[in-house]
């Protein structure tokens, strides 16, 4: 897809001459590689009024606004879900516009959707689970029947679907700064069985042997949305291929969700006729929640069973308001229990002091989600408020069922349950059940703060929510048990993916992306990690992480934004790190291949040669001389032998000593003292194996027993990414060293990181700097007047006698 930029005629040409300088930027001698070369200029887009240099929104930052009024009905004998939609859309771009895209993702699912059709195949066997899907396809076909598409006055607009968009052509263009317009459009769809056919939303019935035969919905994607508009692209009108996420515009919205009587429905938004759908238990139990310091049921595990053994009266319609979202899910059974429990935000400014968290599951997730669902809602406000903003919205939830995790404003779905023996009916969970659970609601709900909040571009870049979301989970969870298995996070757990073949930079679109998780997920988020600790420091990492968060928080960031913004509120330069950890695919290795331990040249000419004759003396002399019998010639007939045989290459001369005395008369006092010094100069060879440039974290070890760890920060790569030679000086004796003794790195391999072996000695001999040039007027026995520029010879002559 083209990117367009909404810029004017002196910022385009600006940005001519950006491309016309990157394109001058060649390197054509020696195989130099500048890893630390700037990005800004070449790679990211020139700065605009919409979005300025400093990583900030721009002032004349504009997004739209969407605002919905919807009712819809559930009919659960089929499955299907039918609604119509109010729409008032306002544009506040600088352009006209005559037409609208909306997005139908439900149309994902018709036999005949580019996704459905490239699906691709590997292997030779098949599951009896991908047989099932394959016939569900020749019995049945998803996506959504648009019935008509109206303007505000109920003339028809003539509207096409493109797959999984829906573009509506208007009779007049929305003006620019502010015009709005309204259109009414209804439609239907049939539900998905998730657990057969897949996606992020659907149905799960229970209906094995012994089961209550009921089932939990889960709505989403399930209204025609508006597709965004923005400065940087445009309509966002890629189309929808399972992968690659949502990217949709903040409004308000009124739904209306028409049910069975004895369902139990969870939605976006605050419930606003809780008296026509609850009973007066239920509404008082809900109010003794909100100030509960455990969660509290307000449907209870005994009502909810009750309701499964029933049978709906007929239908009951939950009216929710939510404002200022980006999108609208919901979830309704007959089955569920609900638990509620109030949780106070630490910032007083908040606009909710205190946030409702609630969980909505049936018996068969019980008691793991009693246990824990709720609880980590809270958890999860608690660990991101702190690091970004106060959590702007009444509600916070989390409802099992079919999809194993998946967000939305307000409302996340998860999927982890005790297991069912099959012969006895017991139930039990494992260790990885207990954790998953609390980890997949962690990250679910943790989505409020990215993307439905800090509202980036999914479709376009994976990892600017799934993978600064990822690092937030992996603080959360080290926050709710040190020992926490985290899944994502841990440096050394990256390695494997860092240097496997198949993969793609973080940059690359969703779509395309090679194995999602690790690179949408797992990569970005270490990276944070390690910029967090290792790089940047918790200080300024947080300071300008919430920055970014709160610059950002209900508009649309590209990723320029928020690198530009890491940089520019710490002062750390990290154009090396992005084009590291962002737009390549190299891996960390630096191996440590040399340890030199130096000493300088002694002034002293006897001390020197004892000390080379020491040195020389622990080398094993000549094998073959060893081996040889007899005697040598020099031994036999003294007439060959002579002061050379008398002395040898230790041996200090009368002049030898002269010399030096001589050279020690011409320093100064400072020289003199440097001389002297009797410290080890080491002198460590790192070799960037992997072509990833890091910091390198070097682990001295002593012979007195003491260790030192010293931080050497990446640019010691800049001007060889390839080999280097770092010089640390010491009084102490080094036995060992190693490379990244924390694993903080994730260096790839650390065979290569410890230095065991044998220290080389070696002697520096002081050398001096060069001259400064040739000096005629020197040569010529001439000095300088100090009151002109006139010369005169350097030793003054005698009266009566000529020039010397």
Known sequence: MSVRYAVSGAIAAVLAVSVAHADAIKQTKAPFEDKFRQLEGEDWPSPTDYRNASGAPGYRYWQQKVDYDISTRLDEPTKTVTGKAAITYRNNSPDDLPYLWLMLDQNDFKRSSISHMTETVSGDGVTLNQVRRAKRFQEWEGGMTIKSVKDAQGRSLKFTVVDTMLRVDLPQSVKANGGETKLTIEWS????????????????????????????????????????YSDYEGWHNKTFLSGGEFTLEFGDYTVALTVPSDHVVSATGELQNAAQVLSAAQRERLAKARTASEPVYVVTPAEAVAAEQGKPTGDKTWVFKAKNVRDFGWATSRKFVWDAMGVKQADPKAEHPLVMAMSFFPKEARPLWDAYSTKAIAQTLKVYSGFTFAYPYPIAQSVNGPQGGMEYPMISFNGPRPVKDKKTGALTYTERAKTGLIGVVIHEVGHNYFPMIVNSDERQWTWMDEGLNSFLEFQAEKQWDAKFPSRRGEPKDIVEYMVSQDQVPLMTQSDS???????????????????????????????????????????????????????????????????????????????????????????????????????????????????????????LDPKTRDFYDQTDEFTVTEGAKKRAKTAREDLTPEEAAAQDVKDNFYRFTFRNIGGLVMPVILKLDYTDGTTETIRIPAEIWRKNSKTVTWQYVSTKQVKGAELDPLWETADADRSNNVFDGAITPTTLKITKPPEPGSNRMKDANLKVDPDSLNTQPAVEEKKGDGPK
């Open 513 to 635: 992306v090679l194995q999602f998780g690790p690179n949408g997920y797992s990569k970005p988020a270490t990276a944070l990690v390690i910029l967090r600790e290792t790089i940047m420091g918790r200080e300024l990492f947080d300071r300008a992480f919430k920055e970014y968060s709160n610059r950002w928080r209900f508009k649309h960031p590209t990723p320029y934004d928020f690198f530009r913004t890491m940089e520019e509120s710490s002062g750390v330069d990290l154009d090396w790190f992005w084009r590291g950890w962002f737009y390549s695919t190299d891996h960390v290795d630096i191996a440590l291949d040399k340890v030199v331990q130096g000493r300088l040249e002694s002034a002293d000419p006897d001390a020197e040669a004892a000390a080379r004759k020491a040195l020389r003396d622990k080398e094993p002399g000549s094998l073959t001389a060893s081996r040889n019998t007899g005697k040598t010639v020099t031994e």
């Open 189 to 228: 769809f049939p539900m998905i069985e998730t657990k057969l056919v897949g996606g992020r939303s659907g149905y799960e019935c229970f209906t094995a042997k012994g089961d209550d035969g009921n089932c939990i919905f889960e709505v989403a994607q399930w209204f025609p949305r508006l597709a965004v």
